[in-house]
């Protein structure tokens, strides 16, 4: 019913930027949040920043300062302006909306299928 799709992913070198983005499309009513999340190989999946649709925005300590979220409502999109890039950074980051759909107006959790990130030391 949902589907999103990322893009932007890449590989950079230590202290490099990159902008990653993520479109939502689908029987969409609304979205009531919108995050980021990482996963390295053998850690755990960790959130890396939310925006709401009030935008309120919620950042892990490891990123404050380096990374902005943000959001266009009109387009259903999401971004993740990364800045300052370390190796600790490199992961699969992935998409998340919280949705609200068109059908039943209830609230589901969609994911992304993830886009690769890899910043070299």
């Known amino acids: 019913q949902v589907q999103l799709v990322e893009s932007g992913g890449g590989l950079v070198q230590a202290g490099g930027s990159l902008r990653l983005s993520c479109a939502a499309s689908?029987?969409?009513?609304?979205?009531?949040?919108m995050g980021w999340f990482r996963q390295a190989p053998g850690k755990q999946r960790e959130l890396v920043a939310v925006?709401?649709?009030?935008?309120?925005?919620k950042y892990a300590d490891s990123v404050k300062g380096r990374f902005t979220i943000s959001r266009d409502n009109a387009k259903n999109t999401v971004y993740l302006q990364m800045n300052s890039l370390k190796p600790e950074d490199t992961a699969v980051y992935y998409c998340?909306?919280?949705?609200?759909?068109?059908?039943?107006?209830?609230?589901?959790?969609?994911w992304g299928q993830g886009t690769q990130v890899t910043v070299s030391s």
């Open positions: 998340n909306a919280d949705v609200q759909i068109t059908t039943t107006r209830l609230i589901y959790d969609y």
């Open positions: 689908g029987s969409i009513f609304s979205i009531k949040a």
């Open positions: 925006i709401t649709i009030g935008d309120s925005t």
